[in-house]
């Protein structure tokens, strides 16, 4: 007698998913801290005075991963300080990127009051009122103005041998771990470049936001200098000091034609960063590409917390509609490609979300994945882009993207069903038209095209749907409905309770 196996050839265990190790990315710098430095670090007496002072009942303490050891003891710090009468809660899990203020988690437990722990992206909240606690990364701070002051002189100096009538201008930008030395930093470091007719620039972050508020300094974590000042500034160097982070490489992207130079305290060297700036956005030229040869798109919803994301959303409709492009809107929470893959109709997403989360490497993905400024790029008639890169919601909001090459979504006034070519490929193609006028003739190609409805042979319209032109396109559309074929089944009482023991279980 042959022996079954005991596992099916077409069924795995699943226990290679229990035993595997997965790798975390964890800073050492937040391991090592020791619970008599909780009040100092995690500054519980400001916290605690903004609690009593603003007679904020219920509090949610929001947590990244890396810092969830620390949730408790901060927990029973701000419960013992602030008294009775406020009620507090850690939020563990976040809907969409930690940097974020979880609004929507916050709101489950009628919150009144946020407290942010951690690395935030300083977007501007909605609806509740955010404490930021940024923590006190440890750098050392003369090796740090020693070696930016090093390479800052020799660029500082060249550019004056080539012009030496304009004052250099030094933005000084960091990881926000590292805020509470920006001052010493920039005091220190104007003191040694001094000499060389430099100033340094640096505007403190914000350690509170307040929904419907307007705040001066920029909402990204390493825009500690004004970005309308920036504008008007010339000769422009960025000083930056943190790790690689996707907060480098944005920072890269939205500032390509300033030098930048980083300090990274964990390895206590600096380097000139700003000659990868051509690569990442020749990167994201290529996702741009794609998404001109895209017809139906996906609006992803990756924050629900940024002020400005429901206009933004309904901003990026409009173009679509009005390029006659289909979209969907989708929200899936934190992004991975099992997810994304669920949705083969759509040829190319959008990513809403705040400017620390917009860049998406898409590598792993099936779809190219594109922020709302890399969208207008694409829509354009001609594809070109002059390497400005816009992150901002506001500015979008404002069209001050398309300050550089115009209304990126106008009509241009040819023909259009005139075929395009596509860099991707290398071959010209035919675009689909959505939201075609009834008066229009359908033609093959467009969403209202005639289609077959089933085996028989009958013809049926379809309505402007992406997805059900995608579903008849396939081999394999699902079992046969066999209506009136059939004889309906009798109704029978199902099971009930719960899942480890149902009333109808004997064991």
Not at 48 to 62: C, D, H, M, S, W
Not at 181 to 203: F, K, M, P, W, Y
Request: charged content about 20%; overall charge negative; hydrophobic content about 35%.
């Amino acid at each position: 007698m042959t022996d079954v196996p005991a596992v099916s050839t077409f069924s795995a265990s699943g226990e290679d998913a229990i035993t595997r190790t997965i790798e975390l990315n964890i800073d050492s710098s937040t391991q090592n801290i020791v619970p008599s430095d909780f009040l100092e670090i995690y500054e519980i007496e400001r916290t605690v005075a903004v609690i009593v002072e603003g007679n904020f009942k219920r509090i949610a303490l929001q947590f990244p991963d890396e810092l969830l050891c620390h949730s408790v003891p901060i927990y029973r710090l701000l419960k013992s300080k602030a008294g009775g009468g406020h009620d507090i809660y850690v939020l563990a899990d976040t809907s969409y990127g930690s940097c974020c203020v979880d609004e929507v988690a916050a709101q489950h437990v009628d919150a009144d009051l946020i407290v942010h722990y951690g690395h935030a992206c300083l977007s501007q909240p909605s609806r509740l009122p955010v404490v930021y606690v940024f923590g006190k990364k440890s750098i050392d701070v003369d090796d740090c103005i020693n070696q930016l002051s090093q390479n800052l002189a020799t660029q500082l100096q060249q550019d004056t041998t080539n012009n030496s009538n304009n004052r250099h201008t030094i933005l000084l930008r960091y990881d926000v771990g590292y805020s509470c030395h920006a001052g010493v930093i920039t005091h220190r470091l104007e003191s040694e470049l001094q000499s060389l007719n430099a100033r340094v620039l640096h505007d403190p972050l914000p350690t509170r936001l307040d929904p419907k508020t307007t705040v001066q300094s920029p909402q990204t974590p390493e825009q500690t200098g004004g970005e309308s000042d920036e504008d008007s500034l010339t000769n422009v160097i960025i000083a930056y000091i943190g790790g690689e982070s996707l907060n480098l490489t944005n920072l890269l992207m939205t500032h390509s034609h300033c030098e930048v130079y980083v300090y990274d305290p964990s390895t206590r060297s600096a380097r000139l960063q700003s000659h990868r700036t051509n690569k990442l956005l020749m990167r994201r030229f290529a996702m741009v590409q794609r998404a001109r040869d895209a017809d139906v798109y996906g609006i992803l919803v990756g924050t629900l917390g940024v002020t400005s994301y429901l206009p933004l959303i309904a901003r990026v409709r409009k173009l679509l509609a009005r390029a006659q492009k289909k979209s969907y809107t989708i929200s899936v929470g934190k992004l991975n490609p099992a997810k994304l893959a669920n949705f083969m109709e759509i040829e190319c997403f959008i990513l809403i979300a705040c400017p620390e989360n917009s860049v998406i490497d898409a590598k792993e993905f099936l779809r190219p994945i594109v922020t709302p400024f890399e969208l207008e790029v694409a829509l354009q008639a001609e594809g070109t882009w002059s390497g400005r890169y816009v992150l901002d919601f506001e500015k979008l909001l404002a069209g001050d993207s398309e300050n550089d090459f115009g209304a990126a979504t106008e009509d241009s006034g040819g023909d259009p069903d005139q075929p395009t070519f596509s860099l991707v490929t290398g071959k010209y193609r035919q675009a689909k038209r959505y939201g075609i006028e009834d008066n229009e003739t359908p033609t093959e190609g467009k969403s209202a095209a005639l289609t077959l409805r089933n085996q028989d042979g009958a013809l049926s319209k379809l309505a402007d749907s992406a997805a059900a032109l995608f579903l008849h396109s396939r081999s394999f559309q699902g079992l046969e409905a066999k209506i009136g074929e059939d004889a309906p089944s009798v109704l029978e009482q199902g099971r009930s309770g719960i899942a480890r023991g149902y009333s109808d279980d004997h064991s």
